[in-house]
């Protein structure tokens, strides 16, 4: 459906806008950027494209992008598109699974709205959601998905209860193992649903329901069990969730493709990381929403007592020179201000030009999509977002979405403030 449409698509030309293609560290002022079909098709100085030779298009739309910055689709590498912020507790065995599914509908629409094309879902949705928003059934980026958390027993992943009771039921319940071999069996079976990545619990976490971040998950022969099947069956990585040192250590030897959240991450393993070419997902946006005084207490304290010391580890690893990745934990932290994530990345030590390129460029290297997004190149898909905030003096202005003023997807506008293009300044070529 969607290949018809791109057939049909109008080329689109973007007039004497600044690019910032999210490898460069400098801006690329007075570019015309010509789109055709699903494609990036030309960049080059304003006026000095020769229409006649660009395909002979039949309809041309112009944005007359003065003043606008073009900049690549971005990535959020750890959300929960199923997951709300505000679910009531329990809801996942309570409420209909039509409901939780189609509670996503909006997030990710307002997931897309923010400027995030792609996005890699590390928990709840399954491969219908990855096929519906590739079909474009539902206004979305396009998805990586991990369907569930691997975890041993008693881990990040088991939320059954005492009495055996899930807290989790539903498609992305937590997959329980314990011995390397229980995990490779487990590893082919999200493999067999459809998963892009393997994720794994190296060690608890801040909302686990009985681990505190610092205890262990799944031991160095799990996580290498788990790596060697994953690598065999040509997914496109593991992701280990690891916050305390111990364990992001084990995750990083065993040879995971990303950490996510790494919050106590030490010295020796960031050198690890460093020499192995990890991935850091530091998901700022989830370490730093409020602490909410009406929490079980003891999530609550002890999100008190690590934050501080997560923060100031995390801005060791950002100036260390590791990979570093956005992710934001939405569904954990709100749905549609994914871009907020930037600004925290500064915060902690990133130029805004290097957390543009952790939301685009780095991130479609991760995700191994690089040959087909997360830069402004001729050839790559047209995957772009447009606004009128200068990133590079202002980059938490970006994290407004009304700051995203056009987003385009696979060469269609799926979003548009400006007057331009939505008001299709169409003429016969
Ligand atoms: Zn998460």
Request: glycine share 12%; net charge negative; charged share 20%.
């Amino acid at each position: 459906m969607r290949q018809d449409e791109h057939a049909n698509a109008p080329t689109l030309l973007l007039r004497n806008v600044t690019v910032i293609d999210g490898v460069t560290p400098s801006p690329a002022p007075g570019r015309d950027v010509l789109v055709e079909g699903d494609r990036i098709h030309a960049i080059v100085p304003t006026g000095t494209l020769n229409l006649p030779t660009a395909a002979s298009p039949a309809r041309l739309r112009i944005l007359e992008a003065g003043g606008y910055t073009l900049l690549p689709g971005f990535f959020d590498c750890h959300v929960h598109v199923s997951t709300s912020p505000d679910a009531a507790r329990f809801d996942t065995v309570l409420a209909p699974e039509s409901l939780l599914t189609l509670r996503s509908v909006p997030a990710l629409s307002a997931t897309l709205d923010a400027g995030i094309t792609s996005a890699r879902d590390l928990a709840g949705a399954d491969s219908g959601f990855r096929e519906a928003l590739e079909a474009g059934y539902v206004h979305g980026p396009a998805l990586q998905i991990a369907l569930r958390i691997l975890s041993i027993t008693g881990g990040h992943g088991d939320w059954r209860t005492v009495s055996g009771m899930p807290l989790d039921s539903g498609p992305g319940a937590g997959a329980v193992a314990d011995s390397p071999d229980e995990f490779v069996r487990a590893t082919r079976e999200v493999v067999r649903q459809g998963a892009d990545w393997v994720k794994v619990a190296a060690t608890g976490g801040m909302t686990s329901p009985r681990r505190a971040p610092e205890s262990g998950g799944l031991t160095g022969p799990e996580l290498s069990a788990v790596v060697t099947e994953a690598a065999r069956q040509g997914v496109v990585g593991v992701a280990a969730h690891a916050q305390g040192a111990a364990g992001i250590a084990t995750a990083v030897r065993a040879g995971v493709r990303s950490i996510e959240h790494g919050y106590l991450v030490d010295d020796s393993t960031l050198q690890d990381m460093g020499e192995r070419g990890t991935y850091l997902v530091p998901t700022l946006s989830a370490l730093t929403r409020p602490v909410s005084a009406d929490g079980p207490p003891h999530l609550v304290e002890q999100r008190r007592r690590l934050r501080e010391t997560a923060l100031e580890r995390l801005s060791v690893a950002l100036t260390s020179g590791v990979r570093v990745v956005l992710g934001t934990d939405a569904g954990i932290a709100p749905h549609g201000g994914n871009l907020r994530e930037l600004e925290l990345l500064v915060r902690l030590g990133l130029s805004p030009a290097a957390a543009i390129a952790a939301g685009t460029s780095v991130a479609a290297r991760m995700c191994r999509l690089d040959d087909e997004v997360g830069s402004v190149r001729a050839g790559l898909r047209a995957d772009l977002v447009l606004t009128d905030v200068d990133p590079l003096t202002d980059i938490a202005a970006l994290g407004e979405p009304d700051a995203i003023r056009t987003v385009i997807q696979g060469g269609r506008v799926v979003k548009d403030l400006t007057s331009g293009i939505g008001a299709g300044r169409e003429r016969a070529a």
